[in-house]
């Protein structure tokens, strides 16, 4: 039996203003050509297909284009719901008719006791909710933060357990320790969101979405499969793909498969020139890049003149003023220098460079006319 384990797809997201669709169509496009091979039993989408509550026209048709070859021509159970950045009533819509050619969305807390069942395993789906929304449908004001919701629904639905099948769970959430991300909108402001990874035991597979990283925690049987794409810049460095579950002689093995997507995003760090000259050190200059650049006072649109060599520039950060320690650190010891000494490691800290013999007669001059009580010319 082999289960692909994918989620957080983020279909219209906008990244810095830039668009991400022709992106996201040419992952899924590699991820339909990777089932090919693959040739699962069933896929799992953990949540999170769209970016927001209302898609455009272009991430719907996208969407319904991926999942129309999926399931309907190359005949694949699919199992999905809803996260966080999805709309219940749009993702949820003509369900009951879908379920026909074993496309199962599950967006109802209704549903959670009642699992989909595809060879010897059985699906418990736990669409997101809110703690609100699940203390309403338990008529349970108890219910007051995340982890509370969640063994409450656990303790549903393994009343119905069925001990002789492999029991997985599919959701949208937070475990407690696991590597969060800018892209990654908090799933309620105010209350912590976090869970125990303790409260799935019960479970033998739990398939989340929610974080984008395929390792954000270390565990035998809870797994994020992360994003196909990288979706902010602190995800720069982490690999994108999809998780493959299979079950060989009652064994259980989970395995990461990384995509290839059509741009990286890349954090570029060094001078203004050695950028424009080409000098750095950048993968592909047509990745979506954000340069992390020192000396550029004396440009009056570098973003203009970066995106001339580099098309893709969705972001710059001048490093030249940007300070990783307060300014009035070891300030015992500041106090122990000359004004001199000071304005020069000033200058040093600020610039990279030392001041020359004409400046230090300059500052000088200046500071012993200051101390007279003159006027500095």
């Known amino acids: 039996?082999?289960?692909?384990?994918?989620?957080?797809?983020?279909?219209?997201?906008?990244?810095?203003?830039?668009?991400?669709?022709?992106?996201?169509?040419?992952?899924?496009?590699?991820?339909?050509?990777?089932?090919?091979?693959?040739?699962?039993?069933?896929?799992?989408?953990?949540?999170?297909?769209?970016?927001?509550?209302?898609?455009?026209?272009?991430?719907?048709?996208?969407?319904?284009?991926?999942?129309?070859?999926?399931?309907?021509?190359?005949?694949?159970?699919?199992?999905?719901?809803?996260?966080?950045?999805?709309s219940k009533e749009r993702l949820n819509y003509g369900s009951k008719w879908f379920e026909k050619s074993q496309l199962y969305i599950r967006t109802s807390l209704e549903d959670m006791a009642s699992p989909v069942s595809i060879g010897n395993i059985d699906f418990y789906t736990l669409p997101f909710s809110t703690v609100n929304e699940t203390s309403y449908f338990f008529g349970d004001k108890m219910i007051e933060t995340h982890q509370q919701a969640l063994s409450k629904s656990i303790e549903y639905m393994t009343q119905h357990l069925d001990r002789d099948k492999t029991n997985m769970l599919v959701g949208h959430l937070t475990v407690q320790g696991g590597i969060r991300t800018e892209s990654e909108r908090p799933l309620t402001i105010g209350t912590v969101e976090s869970v125990e990874e303790s409260s799935f035991q019960r479970f033998d597979q739990v398939l989340l979405g929610h974080l984008h990283h395929p390792f954000s925690i270390n565990s035998n049987f809870v797994h994020y499969s992360g994003s196909l794409l990288q979706y902010s810049f602190s995800e720069s460095t982490q690999p994108k793909g999809y998780r493959v579950i299979e079950i060989i002689d009652n064994e259980i093995k989970s395995k990461f498969r990384p995509l290839t997507p059509l741009r990286q995003l890349e954090v570029v760090e060094g001078n203004y020139d050695d950028a424009i000259q080409e000098k750095l050190e950048i993968k592909d200059k047509y990745n979506y890049l954000h340069f992390k650049l020192k000396h550029m006072s004396h440009v009056s649109d570098p973003m203009m003149h970066l995106k001339q060599i580099y098309p893709n520039t969705l972001a710059l950060t001048n490093k030249t003023f940007e300070?990783?320690?307060?300014?009035?650190?070891?300030?015992?010891?500041?106090?122990?220098?000359?004004?001199e000494t000071i304005i020069n490691k000033f200058y040093e800290n600020i610039t990279n460079e030392t001041l020359t013999s004409v400046q230090n007669k300059k500052i000088g001059k200046v500071l012993n006319e200051l101390l007279e009580g003159g006027q500095t010319h």
């Open 1 to 86: 039996m082999k289960v692909i384990h994918t989620a957080d797809w983020h279909l219209g997201k906008i990244l810095n203003g830039k668009s991400l669709l022709e992106d996201q169509s040419y992952i899924l496009e590699s991820f339909i050509k990777a089932m090919v091979d693959e040739q699962p039993d069933v896929i799992v989408i953990a949540g999170d297909l769209y970016d927001t509550s209302y898609p455009n026209k272009e991430a719907i048709q996208l969407l319904e284009s991926t999942i129309n070859t999926l399931n309907l021509e190359m005949n694949m159970p699919l199992i999905m719901i809803n996260g966080n950045h999805d």
């Open 323 to 339: 300070f990783n320690t307060p300014i009035h650190h070891e300030n015992i010891e500041i106090q122990k220098l000359d004004d």
